[in-house]
T-cell receptor
Framework: GDSVTQMEGPVTLSEEAFLTINCTYTATGYPSLFWYVQYPGEGLQLLLKATKADDKGSNKGFEATYRKETTSFHLEKGSVQVSDSAVYFC??????????FGAGTRLFVKA | SAVISQKPSRDICQRGTSLTIQCQVDSQVTMMFWYRQQPGQSLTLIATANQGSEATYESGFVIDKFPISRPNLTFSTLTVSNMSPEDSSIYLCSGLEQETQYFGPGTRLLVL
């Protein structure tokens, strides 16, 4: 069945460091791909999405490119801030129905 | 994008009691879902709330324990019945709009 695998956390970075959170997927069709962010004590917020191969989603300095050949959707940010500390979930959706979520990666950014 | 609100935001309940969580969406969404999230964990889908008919439950979740209603396209409730400490968790409501799921802020439940 469809699945999402993302790198285990926690990831600890210093402020202004470069961030990469790896995400790979398995899907029988042509999924849409998403990154969600969950700040402490809050629900999940959509961070960015891509709906077809080679699409790049971007928001708030974060970006991810839909790579069909490597079945990946890695999240990147050039310079993280303390306020980026959160849990990040990679997810996929096929057929516009249920969304499959990864296990989540916790990010800590130190000042 | 859909904006989703939940009530209550948190509650502390005694074992054996029931709690109903309300979910309101500001637009008509095609589907609504209820999830449970243990601290530090990913999301577990409880059920899909169907308008005007019985919810569709995932394996391990039953209607007697988690009755769900969805009287229209913008509102749903989840009841956690006969609670035990194992039901302590975050409960999240979600709505599907144009292939994208949007989430409410969650209800934090502690059962003593």
């Amino acid at each position: 069945g469809d699945s999402v695998t993302q790198m285990e956390g926690p990831v600890t970075l210093s402020e202004e460091a470069f961030l990469t959170i790896n995400c790979t997927y398995t899907a029988t069709g042509y999924p849409s791909l998403f990154w969600y962010v969950q700040y402490p004590g809050e629900g999940l917020q959509l961070l960015l999405k891509a709906t077809k191969a080679d699409d790049k989603g971007s928001n708030k300095g974060f970006e991810a490119t839909y790579r069909k050949e490597t079945t990946s959707f890695h999240l990147e940010k050039g310079s993280v801030q303390v306020s980026d500390s959160a849990v990040y979930f990679c997810a996929l959706s096929t057929g516009g129905f249920k969304t499959i979520f990864g296990a989540g990666t916790r990010l800590f950014v130190k000042a | 994008s859909a904006v989703i609100s939940q009530k209550p935001s948190r509650d502390i309940c005694q074992r054996g009691t029931s709690l109903t969580i309300q979910c309101q969406v500001d637009s008509q969404v095609t589907m609504m879902f209820w999830y449970r999230q243990q601290p530090g964990q990913s999301l577990t889908l409880i059920a899909t709330a169907n308008q005007g008919s019985e919810a569709t439950y995932e394996s391990g979740f039953v209607i007697d324990k988690f009755p769900i209603s969805r009287p229209n396209l913008t509102f749903s409730t989840l009841t956690v019945s006969n609670m035990s400490p194992e039901d302590s968790s975050i409960y999240l409501c979600s709505g599907l709009e144009q292939e994208t799921q949007y989430f409410g802020p969650g209800t934090r439940l502690l059962v003593l």
